[in-house]
Structures are given as structure tokens and as C-alpha cells.
């Protein structure tokens, strides 16, 4: 399995002339992620979607010998199209802002993915959010349920990507709900 690490966007919800990624909780977002991922030894491959967005979370990256697909910057779904056209495995995607991920929850959820589904991605209930403080904006149809910004693809069973059925596992965990997306999710991050 290759894990992909969304960390070209704008950021533009941040209000911030640093990069996103680079914001410090007791280290720049973007290596918690990293960690976690390597920690939990479960990808043959890491690697991070970046653009010219963000040169300074690239080079970070680069220094923490994680491997670079550089994309347009575009959007959040241009630039995974463009990845996942270069892959032929099961790809554990994840957005680099999410500071809470370890090493554990990878682990459990790579354990119970099921690479039968073309795509799979892990939502939290609106409700378990709200009960712990944080508001999603990317929710599901029904509103019910809040991506995590995390998925897991069988690249190789991809044919068309405009039409793929997507399952939808529900884990309620803190370490996958905190994106930080504005700052209000900084400023609860560092609360905690």
C-alpha cells in the first residue's frame, strides 16, 4: 500500500501569509502527519501532491526524504486526479492538516480496508464533532456524516473517474477530525 499525502492547496481559509502546513504545533502540522505515516509501517511508498502553492512544506518534505508528485494546484480533486492516474496500488490518501493522526488509527484503519471497494472514505458523524468542538464543512449528501479527509483507493480498479462508487466507514475518533482548515481550528488545536 502507498499512502499520499494531499499538501499543495492554497489555504486560503487560514488568512495567513505561511503555508498551512508549515503552522506549529510543537512541530509544523505536516510532520505529524509524515510521522504517523512512517511510525506506523504499514506503506511501501510515501509520497505528497505539492505545488507551487507551497515550496516551503515541498522542501520540508523533501528533507524528511518523502517522495514529490508535483501537481497544478488547481483544486484539491484536480490535483488527486492527477496522482491517482500514476498509481497502480491501494493508496491510502490523507490531507497533510491533520495534527492529531498517529500512528494507531492508521494502523486500525488500514487493517479494515477492504481493497474490494474502489473507494473508500472514512467519515465521523456531525454529531460526534459538535460534541468535541469542531465544525466540518465537507460533509456528506445527507449531512449526517463529516469527511476525515482520509480514504483508501484501489488505484488499479479505477477506470473512469467521474463515476466511482465510494463507501463510507465511520470512525468517530479525534485524532482524524481535527483538520485545520481556518483559524478557529488552530486556535482549538492549540487548546488542546
Known sequence: MISLIMAGGKGTRMDTKQEKLLLEYKKPVIMHVVDALKNSNCFSRIIAATSSNSPETEKILQQSG?????????????????????????????????????????????????????????????????????????????????????????????????????SLVVIDDKRIGLNINTKDDYELLCST
Do not use: C, H, M, R
Open 66 to 166: 518523502i517522495e514529490i508528485i508535483s501537481t497544478s494546484g488547481k483544486d484539491f480533486v484536480s490535483d488527486l486526479n492527477f496522482v491517482l492516474k500514476q498509481l497502480d496500488d491501494s493508496v491510502f490518501i490523507t490531507s497533510g492538516d491533520l495534527p492529531l493522526l498517529d500512528d494507531k488509527i492508521i494502523k486500525q484503519i488500514v487493517e479494515n480496508y477492504n481493497s474490494n471497494n474502489v473507494w473508500t472514505s472514512i467519515v465521523l458523524k456531525n454529531s460526534f464533532l459538535d460534541s468535541i468542538g469542531i465544525k466540518s464543512e465537507y460533509t456528506t449528501q445527507n449531512k449526517e456524516y463529516a469527511f476525515s479527509g482520509i480514504s483508501l483507493v484501489n488505484a488499479s480498479k479505477i477506470n473512469n473517474l467521474e463515476s466511482i462508487e465510494e
